[in-house]
């Protein structure tokens, strides 16, 4: 007879507890709003740089 060294799984592995979903979906809510921040400030840039094209162009 084998004798098995590895640990029984838990028999629901994807529930969680109620305090386990909060940091998740704290988590996400915080991801996303780095999401956001960063696109903002991207969309910032470009807008600034247009703009402001003309200040920097060549003049021929």
Request: one cysteine or more; charged letters at 25%.
């Amino acid at each position: 007879m084998a004798v098995s060294h590895f640990a029984a799984k838990p028999q629901y592995p994807c529930r969680r507890t109620d305090r386990e979903t909060g940091r998740s979906f704290r988590k996400r809510c915080f991801q996303m709003a780095k999401q956001q921040k960063t696109r903002f400030y991207i969309l910032g840039r470009c807008i600034t740089m247009l703009l402001c094209w003309h200040d920097h162009a060549i003049s021929d």
